[in-house]
């Protein structure tokens, strides 16, 4: 199969995994979500979206620091065709096609050939590719011209062009088996001896079979906990029924709908939170007419205003951090939630102006 191909017929596979650290990649294999466990950032939870998945939270179920591998409980999901793990050994030379979210933008495929397949790296061989890979590739499927999933990219060696790494099929082949013989979910790698640990059997976050300090434990059992402004942003989104953990799009930025309206929230390190909605694009015609309407609703607004940026027309709500209270800024947003779900059919209906492409919308 050629590229084309290979992404069109298993892109149903192709997990985007997003923590409030990183986003990443991952692939649906033998009932799980296959991913690193440098994607999962040590949490319980986090949050996919496939092309037919809705976004939406998901356990982490396993996560070896031995293998940087973990597995992500999979929801009812209908995939026509589902990928399998090579059987057959992979070879200098290979064709392999490297599938996954780099810098979060969805579904890019790569190909190149296998450098070197058994590149030995600590105590793990890896296969080293020259397809490109870049950050938010991490955890997604490496390919061959088969479909069949020969590695799991892995990592890149900063400043070389096109030089990355996956782990080798057979290392998830014998980390999804030794999982699935335990018949149990919440489990960790010890890093030290190696066991495979029940998290509920774990105390003071130390590993009961070395007694070495597991790090992962402390951080799973802890989970993700903002502070100071980030947290009010978001128990204030949580107050407009937000669910604040699929609107995390980092630590500092935040993403939700209301009704046709999509709703960015930015908290940037000069101070200024800025809550924005992009409503449409500028029409052809009633420009003249529509800046009069757009100035008038200016001079009436509290906390809101209309902006034109390009081609774009975005209705925002602005405050600075130290000025921001749980009452001015629930104020705040709930106007910009109930203006921009009402704004953007005003503006399309009345003027002209067209609702802007989404990358949701591919």
């Not at 589902?82 to 969805?106: I, Q, T």
């Not at 955890?139 to 062009?161: C, H, M, R, Y």
């Not at 029924?241 to 960015?264: C, M, P, Y």
Request: charged share 20%; hydrophobic share 40%.
């Amino acid at each position: 199969m050629n590229t084309q191909t290979i992404l069109q017929t298993y892109i149903n596979n192709i997990i985007q995994v997003n923590t409030p650290y990183s986003s990443g990649s991952g692939f649906v294999v033998d009932g799980v979500i296959v991913t690193n466990a440098h994607v999962v950032s040590g949490l319980k939870e986090v949050v996919i979206s496939a092309k037919t998945l809705k976004r939406q939270k998901a356990a982490v179920i396993y996560d070896d620091q031995v293998l940087d591998l973990a597995f992500i409980a999979l929801p009812p999901l209908n995939i026509e065709n589902p990928l399998h793990l090579s059987s057959k050994e992979v070879r200098d030379g290979d064709l392999v096609v490297a599938v996954g979210h780099p810098y979060g933008l969805n579904y890019s495929a790569t190909e190149g050939i296998v450098s070197k397949a058994d590149r030995l790296e600590g105590e793990l061989e890896y296969l080293q590719i020259d397809a490109a890979i870049n950050p938010g590739n991490s955890g997604g499927p490496l390919l061959n011209k088969k479909g069949e999933v020969v590695g799991v990219n892995t990592f890149i060696l900063l400043n070389a062009q096109n030089l990355g790494f996956a782990l080798p099929y057979y290392y998830v082949r014998e980390a999804l088996d030794a999982f699935k013989a335990l018949n149990k979910t919440n489990i960790i790698r010890c890093f030290s001896c190696k066991n495979l640990i029940e998290e509920e059997t774990i105390e003071n976050d130390c590993c009961p079979r070395c007694g070495v300090k597991l790090n992962v434990a402390k951080e799973r059992r802890l989970g993700y906990r903002p502070s100071g402004t980030v947290a009010l942003i978001e128990k204030i989104l949580s107050a407009l029924h937000i669910d604040v953990t699929l609107a995390r799009e980092s630590q500092r930025s935040w993403k939700f709908t209301q009704g046709s309206a999509h709703i960015n929230v930015n908290y940037f390190e000069s101070g200024v939170i800025v809550a924005d909605a992009l409503l449409c694009n500028m029409p052809k015609e009633n420009i003249e007419e529509m800046y009069d309407y757009l100035l008038e609703k200016n001079d009436s607004f509290n906390y809101l205003q209309f902006a034109i940026n390009e081609n774009s027309i975005i209705l925002s709500y602005l405050i600075i951090d130290s000025s921001l209270t749980f009452e001015e800024g629930k104020r705040g947003l709930e106007r910009l939630k109930l203006a921009a779900n009402r704004y953007d059919d005003i503006l399309i209906n009345q003027f002209g102006a067209t609702r802007p492409k989404r990358e949701d919308e591919f």
